[in-house]
């Protein structure tokens, strides 16, 4: 069911975002060549807990192994280069030239936000810097097309309509989605439909939208920890991801500072 929140709601969902959008912020700040993935994590971690909120990641079911999957353990996602999304937090270091996404959630007075970037460590490669570009236009085009009346599926066409014109694949298996009481609710939102097809957004809906995208082919595998999701043939791959809330006008942005 789609749910539309009352102004009281999206003030909480607000401050929910509110902490994400730091959260990030600050592990950002820490991105820099030697610096492990455990390490961002913990940063992570005490700003959500420290304003009073809770990460939705830690202890999420396994997706891919049902009940026998081993639930995530990390506070954030990180994606290291090839690795698209759901990367454990651990021992590995950053290297300079690598690519990270830093995925972040938060649950405020049980209200779910979540939100993504990738950044650069260090000086990075044009190839990297173009695929960062494209993936956060697309996540932008997406944002402007989530107005009121307009269906999911035109959300769909207008993040993949660039990151085809760039050359680049979209993610298959995982879709931007509804968000409040719950991380995932519905409507799912593929990153590539059928303009005019889907169920129509309405204004107080609040969704995360997230172009995954693949420098190469758009196929993924599964690593062995159950949970990484990486490009199959080893090339780049990057995630943005807002929360917003659907208006008549302009989405409203709950994950920015
Ligand atoms: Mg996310
Ligand atoms: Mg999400």
Not at 39 to 67: C, M, T, W
Not at 155 to 178: M, N
Not at 196 to 219: C, F, N, Q, W, Y
Request: aromatic share 4%.
């Amino acid at each position: 069911m789609i749910i539309v929140k009352s102004k009281a709601e999206l003030a909480q969902m607000r401050e929910a975002g509110r902490i994400v959008a730091q959260a990030i912020e600050e592990v950002r700040q820490c991105v820099k060549p030697g610096i492990t993935t455990k390490e961002l994590d913990a940063v992570a971690e005490k700003v959500i807990r420290s304003h009073g909120a809770v990460p939705p990641f830690k202890g999420y079911p396994n997706q891919h192994h049902g009940k026998n999957g081993r639930p995530f353990p990390g506070t954030l996602c990180l994606s290291v280069n090839e690795e698209l999304v759901h990367g454990i937090p651990g021992k590995r270091a950053l290297k300079e030239g690598d690519i990270l996404t830093i995925d972040c959630g938060a649950i405020y007075k049980g209200w779910h936000a979540d939100s993504a970037i990738t950044v650069g460590v260090g000086e990075i490669g044009e190839e990297a810097r173009r695929l960062l570009e494209v993936t956060e236009r697309a996540m932008w085009a997406a944002i402007a097309a989530a107005r009121a009346g307009q269906r999911t599926g035109d959300v769909s066409v207008a993040l993949e309509d660039i990151v085809t014109a760039a050359g680049y694949s979209v993610v298959r298996e995982y879709t931007s989605h509804g968000i409040g009481r719950s991380l995932h609710e519905d409507p799912q939102i593929p990153n590539y439909g059928k303009t005019g097809h889907g169920p129509k957004l309405r204004p107080g809906m609040t969704i995360a939208i997230e172009p995954m995208v693949l420098a190469g082919s758009p196929d993924t595998v599964v690593r062995s920890d159950e949970w990484t999701v990486a490009s199959k043939d080893g090339k780049l791959t990057a995630h943005f991801e807002h929360t917003v809330v659907v208006t008549e006008a302009e989405p409203d942005i709950l994950t920015r500072l």
